[in-house]
């Protein structure tokens, strides 16, 4: 993923702000370390253009995960 291409997709929808999700094929909904640096970036990035990430889901299976609900963002 490249923050500048989640920016430029949510420029061109006019976005306020945003919801993430990505899928964790291994089975295992539980936010990685690089999961949360990545998250951190894109927040970053979509700040400088006023757009606000709402929560970041991490799916495995029928398990989801919320980065806001664990206070990660």
Known sequence: VYPREVVKRAL???AAS???AHNH???VAEPSIA???LT???A???ALVDVKVLDHFVIAGNT???FAER???
Do not use: C, H, V, Y
């Open 71 to 73: 206070g990660l963002l």
């Open 12 to 14: 061109a929808r006019n």
């Open 44 to 46: 970053q990035a979509l």
């Open 18 to 20: 945003i919801i993430l």
């Open 40 to 42: 951190r970036a894109l």
């Open 25 to 27: 094929p291994s089975g």
């Open 35 to 37: 999961d949360e640096a």
């Open 64 to 66: 989801a995960t919320s």
